[in-house]
């Protein structure tokens, strides 16, 4: 059973460029989540899509979107970087089925300068 | 406006005594709740998690207890380990549908 794995890693933009992050989900899930964290505070939630369509949206503006294709792995795309959208971005998978807890991937770090 | 709270952004305490973390929240629509845990560079952890119809669920040494009239719950580690230093997020969603509202963590170091 694999788990959650994000793409890249680390990843430094320039403020007005646009970025995709990757996110394959845990082997079983059908329901992806997506999360930024700032330093020094927890998680915020994004969005999250299910049967490939946005199933709940966070506080974030339209330029924060998001694809999730037919093998349930899912994109973030960010378009008009501004700085503070330097943040560490989760991923997690679950099955919307169950009263299960969601698993999170190592993250990928975005820097925009 | 702070759903889920965690207001001791650390907490100190030495090897083999009990860890107590606490968290509030406001959302009475909050059904279900959840304790993760995060090293660095690393994603958060799940720990434990509690449905609003319990006030307590126990895995070994961990132990969460929801205080639903107070919107409180806690986080209980016995005996804590050196291990056990990370950052632990209190979260919650509504219909256990895993949006969840996180806390702002508590930075836990347990000394040897």
């Known amino acids: 059973e694999t788990g959650v794995t994000q793409s890249p890693t680390h990843l430094i933009k320039t403020r007005g460029q646009q970025v995709t992050l990757r996110c394959s989900s845990q082997s079983g899930h059908n329901t992806v989540s997506w999360y930024q964290q700032a330093l020094g505070q927890g998680p915020q939630f994004i969005f999250q899509?299910?049967?490939?369509?946005?199933?709940g949206r966070g506080n974030f503006p339209p330029r924060f979107s998001g694809l999730q294709f037919p093998n349930y792995s899912s994109e973030l795309n960010v378009n008009a970087l501004e700085l503070d959208d330097s943040a560490l971005y989760l991923c997690?998978?679950?099955?919307?089925?169950?009263?299960?807890?969601?698993?999170f991937g190592q993250g990928t770090r975005l820097t925009v300068v | 406006d702070q759903q889920v709270k965690q207001n001791s952004p650390s907490l100190s305490v030495q090897e083999g005594r009990i860890s107590i973390l606490n968290c509030d929240y406001t959302n009475s629509m909050f059904d279900y709740f959840l304790w993760y845990k995060k090293y660095p560079a690393e994603g958060p952890t799940f720990l434990i998690s509690i449905s609003s119809i319990k006030d307590k669920n126990e895995d070994g040494r961990f132990t969460v207890f929801l205080n639903k009239s107070a919107k409180h719950l806690s986080l209980h580690i016995v005996p804590s380990q050196p291990g056990d230093s990370a950052v632990y997020f209190c979260?919650?969603?509504?219909?256990?549908?895993?949006?969840?509202?996180f806390g702002g963590g508590t930075r836990l170091m347990v000394k040897p």
């Open positions: 979260a919650a969603s509504v219909n256990a549908g895993n949006m969840l509202t």
């Open positions: 997690a998978s679950s099955r919307i089925e169950q009263n299960t807890e969601a698993f």
């Open positions: 899509y299910y049967r490939e369509e946005e199933n």
